[in-house]
């Protein structure tokens, strides 16, 4: 048998992560497809609607120390917190430097995946060489899950401008309009301090309470004082971010904002060291759930009404492989993913998913992770269990917390105890 052939989509961070642990292993014959003109995925910015959710001031929600490929440093003058302009250019160099960029079909789409009965796929897709369908052993999806936005629905409609987050690249079309930002999670905060330099009034909807984590506590990334902290028992880590927020912040409704109904770390946290400051200083006001919409005016769940100009959802993304078959892969609303460590799937041996876990902490660190776990199993020193039904049965009862069961949550990991589960897997195939 020649050497394996394979085809990885998506070259983002994921993807460029398992390029880079395929081809330290040896597995040289690799394609990449990417609808983007360069390498880095969402944190391509274009200030046209497009596949790049990034916004013109996005900032990484990880720090610099914990957000680097293995063996290739950020640079040292990069802030704690790099600018998107920042990371793409770390991506781009991280793909020239371990030989990823050579591989890539830029503006090129992935239009089907088909398996084959004798195993590997046909793979087609669409670029400037136009149509193509090619045989390939191995398929890697690595095409993120922040690019497919789910738009709410709510009865009535809204006569201003209503968009999703992922259409929002900066606050200027904003000045001097009444701006509503529907969410609680970390674009939803960015936007509505943003807008809320430059709008006439900025409010944001929320439908449940929140905790909010500043980027910085005792003057350190806050990723990096977790990770002090990450071999003490969870709930005592839990209670120790509860009182830790209550003493820097105080409680929710000193803002004006519900109290949480959970648990620190039971929900995806919200790092944003502003929305509160803006919040007490009269620039963003916050306002319950979305009732109903009526022309311009806005109804909410506490009885409020108010007009707006806009309405910004950052109401999440959905989990699309649309080029896989919806009866093979069907994530959208699902609250548990059935893979083995959000990897394997149990019935197509040669299908790997990568990068599709939303981590207290980075993605790509642990993408490149799981691709030398799949590079350890194309090259037979590692081998899924037997009993991988079992095994994707118990991971989805023993979460690392206890996530709130929706479909936001279903890929929702700790870091450090998904990459020492990782760890464990490289250890053995050793």
């Given at each position: 048998?020649?050497?394996?052939?394979?085809?990885i989509?998506?070259?983002?961070p994921?993807g460029?992560?398992?390029?880079?642990?395929?081809?330290?292993?040896?597995?040289?014959?690799?394609?990449?497809?990417?609808?983007?003109?360069?390498?880095?995925?969402?944190?391509v910015?274009?200030?046209r609607p497009?596949?790049?959710?990034?916004?013109?001031?996005?900032h990484?929600?990880?720090?610099?120390?914990?957000?680097?490929?293995?063996?290739?440093?950020?640079?040292?003058?990069y802030?704690?917190?790099p600018?998107?302009?920042?990371?793409?250019?770390?991506?781009a160099a991280?793909?020239?430097?371990?030989?990823?960029?050579?591989?890539?079909?830029?503006?090129?789409?992935?239009?089907?995946?088909?398996?084959?009965n004798?195993?590997?796929?046909?793979?087609?897709?669409?670029?400037p060489a136009?149509?193509?369908?090619?045989?390939?052993d191995?398929?890697?999806?690595?095409?993120?899950?922040?690019?497919?936005?789910r738009?709410?629905?709510?009865?009535?409609?809204?006569?201003?401008?209503?968009?999703?987050?992922?259409?929002?690249?900066?606050?200027?079309?904003?000045?001097?309009?009444?701006v509503?930002v529907?969410?609680g999670?970390?674009?939803?905060?960015?936007?509505?301090?943003?807008?809320?330099?430059?709008?006439?009034?900025t409010?944001?909807?929320?439908?449940?309470?929140?905790?909010?984590?500043?980027?910085?506590?005792f003057?350190?990334p806050?990723?990096?004082m977790?990770?002090?902290?990450?071999s003490?028992?969870?709930?005592?880590?839990?209670?120790?971010?509860?009182?830790?927020?209550?003493?820097v912040?105080?409680g929710?409704r000193?803002y004006g904002?519900?109290?949480?109904?959970?648990?620190?770390?039971?929900?995806?946290?919200?790092l944003?060291?502003?929305?509160?400051?803006?919040i007490r200083h009269?620039?963003?006001?916050?306002?319950?759930?979305?009732?109903?919409?009526?022309?311009?005016?806005?109804?909410?769940?506490?009885?409020?009404?108010?007009?707006?100009d806009?309405?910004i959802?950052?109401?999440?993304?959905?989990?699309?492989?649309?080029?896989?078959d919806?009866?093979?892969?069907?994530?959208?609303?699902?609250a548990?993913?059935?893979?083995?460590?959000?990897i394997?799937?149990?019935?197509?041996?040669?299908?790997?998913?990568?990068?599709?876990?939303?981590?207290?902490g980075?993605?790509?660190?642990?993408?490149?992770l799981?691709?030398?776990?799949?590079?350890?199993e194309?090259?037979?020193?590692?081998s899924?269990?037997a009993?991988?039904?079992?095994?994707i049965r118990?991971?989805?009862?023993?979460?690392?917390?206890?996530?709130?069961?929706t479909?936001?949550?279903?890929?929702e990991?700790?870091?450090?105890?998904?990459?020492?589960?990782?760890?464990?897997?490289?250890?053995?195939?050793a």
């Amino acid at each position: 048998m020649g050497a394996a052939k394979i085809c990885i989509i998506g070259a983002g961070p994921s993807g460029i992560g398992a390029g880079k642990s395929l081809l330290e292993a040896g597995l040289n014959d690799l394609t990449v497809f990417d609808r983007n003109d360069r390498v880095g995925g969402n944190w391509v910015y274009d200030p046209r609607p497009g596949h790049s959710s990034v916004y013109e001031t996005a900032h990484a929600i990880s720090s610099r120390r914990l957000s680097q490929y293995d063996g290739f440093a950020m640079p040292a003058d990069y802030p704690d917190y790099p600018s998107h302009v920042q990371l793409q250019r770390y991506f781009a160099a991280c793909a020239d430097r371990f030989g990823v960029t050579p591989l890539v079909r830029f503006n090129t789409e992935v239009t089907s995946t088909v398996p084959q009965n004798n195993g590997g796929w046909l793979v087609s897709s669409s670029g400037p060489a136009g149509q193509c369908t090619e045989r390939f052993d191995y398929l890697l999806a690595a095409n993120g899950h922040h690019w497919d936005p789910r738009m709410p629905n709510y009865p009535g409609e809204f006569a201003g401008q209503f968009m999703h987050a992922h259409s929002y690249k900066s606050a200027a079309p904003f000045a001097g309009k009444r701006v509503l930002v529907i969410g609680g999670g970390n674009s939803a905060c960015d936007i509505a301090v943003e807008t809320g330099r430059v709008a006439a009034r900025t409010c944001i909807s929320m439908r449940r309470g929140y905790y909010f984590f500043p980027k910085f506590l005792f003057g350190r990334p806050i990723d990096v004082m977790g990770s002090k902290i990450r071999s003490w028992p969870r709930p005592l880590r839990q209670t120790l971010a509860k009182y830790a927020l209550l003493l820097v912040q105080g409680g929710n409704r000193r803002y004006g904002l519900a109290a949480p109904d959970h648990e620190p770390l039971e929900q995806h946290p919200t790092l944003n060291s502003e929305l509160l400051y803006f919040i007490r200083h009269g620039r963003v006001q916050p306002r319950s759930d979305v009732a109903r919409f009526e022309g311009r005016t806005v109804h909410f769940t506490d009885g409020r009404n108010e007009e707006f100009d806009a309405v910004i959802a950052a109401t999440g993304y959905r989990m699309s492989f649309s080029f896989i078959d919806r009866s093979l892969v069907d994530f959208d609303r699902a609250a548990e993913i059935w893979l083995y460590l959000n990897i394997f799937h149990p019935r197509q041996r040669s299908l790997y998913f990568i990068g599709l876990v939303q981590p207290v902490g980075c993605i790509w660190p642990l993408s490149e992770l799981q691709a030398r776990i799949v590079a350890r199993e194309i090259k037979g020193s590692w081998s899924r269990p037997a009993d991988i039904d079992a095994r994707i049965r118990r991971q989805i009862a023993r979460p690392h917390f206890r996530w709130a069961k929706t479909y936001r949550h279903a890929i929702e990991v700790d870091y450090h105890t998904y990459r020492r589960q990782l760890e464990r897997e490289l250890a053995r195939a050793a």
